[in-house]
């Protein structure tokens, strides 16, 4: 895998919190269309949705991660990934840094967030390597296949990515489940209650919208249609004690 330099690994994101960052590009390649990518080509940074699939690892992510941590204050948690994702599928490479990266930031006492369209690994579960006080959390906005392939074509499927969080959450982890964009019927026809009893474990729920696709939008009632699966997310969630964040 090529590698790119960056000077710095650790960053505040927009929404309040740290992050890291140690990919560019992902070959998920989610359609939805991925936020990251269009602003990496709007930087300059890719060029196309092609180059955006073929990730760079950041070279000196590890050396740059030892300094940051020793010259940052007030870093409380760190979450990988906004704009890639930690545990790529097809890129063990990634993942092994993404390990690494992990396994760093909790010796300093400090927990880890992650999100992932992959498979989390069966290691996340060891706490003698990893804060017990870390978060793994799956994206997951449907079951159906076809969904996925055409909208995450290059993400794990979507049984095995509930089966590796469910086994974290076995080995005593906290998981929690992301289901943003969560699409409307235009899309694909379904039942929320069916994709949030596959992941009924979890310690928190997530859920938006697809907010940002035109053709979602035009969905006749796609406002009423939103406020409804947010009222059945929460209703799932108080009834077994989950937390929840849901519009």
Avoid at 27 to 40: D, Q, V, W
Avoid at 115 to 138: C, Q
């Amino acid at each position: 895998m090529e590698t790119i330099e960056r000077k710095t690994l650790i960053n505040k994101s927009g929404l309040g919190f740290w992050c890291v960052n140690a990919v560019q590009g992902c070959s998920h390649g989610c359609r939805y269309p991925c936020h990251a990518f269009l602003l990496a080509r709007r930087y300059g940074r890719v060029s196309d949705y092609a180059a955006w699939r073929e990730p760079k690892l950041v070279g000196n992510a590890l050396a740059l991660l030892d300094m940051e941590l020793r010259r940052k204050r007030g870093i409380d948690s760190v979450h990988l990934s906004l704009t890639t994702d930690p545990f790529m599928v097809g890129h063990p490479e990634v993942t092994e840094l993404s390990l690494q990266i992990i396994e760093r930031v909790n010796r300093e006492g400090i927990p880890c967030s992650v999100l992932t369209k992959g498979i989390l690994p069966p290691e996340l579960a060891d706490v003698r390597r990893f804060h017990p006080d870390n978060t793994y959390g799956i994206s997951l906005v449907s079951l159906d296949e076809g969904f996925r392939a055409r909208w995450e074509p290059g993400a794990s499927p979507y049984a095995v990515r509930v089966a590796a969080a469910r086994a974290l959450h076995q080995g005593g982890r906290r998981t929690r489940v992301h289901i943003e964009p969560y699409p409307t019927p235009v899309f694909v026809k379904q039942d929320v209650n069916r994709v949030l009893e596959q992941v009924d474990f979890v310690e928190h729920v997530y859920f938006g919208g697809w907010n940002y696709n035109a053709a979602a939008r035009e969905f006749p009632g796609c406002a009423r249609f939103y406020e409804e699966q947010a009222s059945a997310v929460r209703r799932f969630c108080d009834a077994r004690g989950i937390a929840c964040d849901a519009g």
